[in-house]
């Protein structure tokens, strides 16, 4: 009995220090609050926002094209954490920003960081806010303690800053030209939904009012057509209302209302006719070259032929040279020979010696 004693204390004394050693586990981060204002900057309405858990749902808010980040610029995010822990907040195409401007504190589009981190120390919230400068969708990544939570957001534009056209700069008479508009805020963001208006100088536009389109393929733009007169140029000038228009800020680039696009005229004819001149003369040209050619390897051959010629004959006089002078040493020395037979039979003791 004693002894079951003795291990049922050592139990509750083993169980006690490992409560005493083990810290206690750290609660998991909770975004308590995500809000941005409904109202307006005098008299903000913070609301709650149910959007933003996927990028096909994001919260919408506007872009600072006042080069003001005010509190309808923004999402506000509280988030509950331990004591002593960090948060940190990693945007994509957005930019993270400890407080909005005030008419005290002003925070501009230049103002802020992708990358964001706050320990907070001795309390348990952080609070940021979050805004972007593009209508493309944006991510906002909150980390704490290896727990991570996304929301997405996305830019809305509405007033234009320049209206960007394209377009070829030449065509020919007669064939039809189509130039492009688009209405584009201050950080390039394109605008739906703007009416532009277009005059031309020496052509017939299609339209002279047209709407920016609100699609994949020409989201914030829209066309106008016309066909090439006999002579140009042609002259399009595309201009917003006064309405759509951004104002000037200090720190941003001058707002464009109007937007000129010139068109060179081609007479088809005469183009054909200038290149049909080129083609002839680029023709002679090579004609020309390659008759050049041609004598130059004929020439080139005949050198050859005269160069193999002579080279052969020289080696047929090298031959006869070498035979006759083979026959004149031979013959030189059947007669030496022949006299010296004579010779030593004449005189037996005056032998000279024959030659071989």
């Known amino acids: 009995m004693k002894s079951f004693k003795k291990i049922a204390l050592a139990m509750v004394a083993a169980m006690a220090m490992g409560t005493l050693a ?63 822990t960090a948060v940190s907040v990693v945007a994509t195409n957005a930019v993270v920003v400890s407080a909005f401007a005030t008419s005290t504190a002003p925070v501009t589009a230049s103002s802020g960081s992708s990358t964001w981190t706050q320990n907070v120390g001795t309390g348990i919230t952080s609070t ?63 605008i739906s939904g703007k009416t532009l208006n277009a005059i031309a100088n020496g052509a017939t536009l299609d339209t002279v009012t047209v709407t920016t389109g609100a699609t994949l393929t020409n989201f914030g733009s829209a066309d106008v057509k016309f066909v090439a007169p006999a002579t140009g140029p042609v002259t399009i000038v595309f201009y917003a209302a006064t309405a759509d228009m951004a104002t000037a800020v200090t720190g941003f680039s001058t707002p ?26 680029a023709n002679a040209a090579k004609a020309t070259a390659e008759a050049a050619l041609a004598a130059e390897k004929t ?58």
């Open 128 to 190: 940021f806010y979050v805004y972007t400068k593009t209508t493309a969708v944006s991510s906002v990544s909150i980390t704490n303690l290896g727990t991570t939570v996304t929301y997405y957001l996305q830019g809305t534009s509405t007033l234009i800053d320049k209206i960007a056209v394209t377009g070829v700069d030449s065509a020919p008479a007669g064939t039809s030209v189509t130039v492009t508009a688009t209405a584009q805020d201050v950080f390039g963001n394109k």
């Open 22 to 84: 083990t810290p206690a586990s750290a609660a998991p981060m909770v975004v308590t609050s995500v809000k941005k204002n409904t109202g307006t900057v005098a008299a903000p309405t913070w609301t709650a926002q149910t959007a933003g858990t996927s990028a096909a749902t994001p919260i919408t808010i506007s872009v600072p094209t006042d080069n003001s980040v005010d509190s309808l610029d923004v999402v506000e995010f509280v988030v509950t954490v331990d004591t002593g």
């Open 299 to 356: 020439a080139r051959a005949a050198d050859k032929a005269a160069a193999d010629a002579a080279a052969a004959k020289a080696v047929v006089d090298l031959a006869k040279a070498k035979a006759d002078a083979d026959l004149a040493k031979a013959t030189y020395i059947k007669e030496y020979n022949a006299l010296a037979t004579k010779w030593n039979k004449k005189f037996p003791k005056l032998k000279v010696t024959l030659k071989k």
């Open 256 to 281: 464009s209302a109007s937007s000129v696009k010139i068109i060179a005229v081609r007479d088809l004819a005469g183009d054909v006719a200038a290149l049909t001149t080129q083609l002839a003369a």
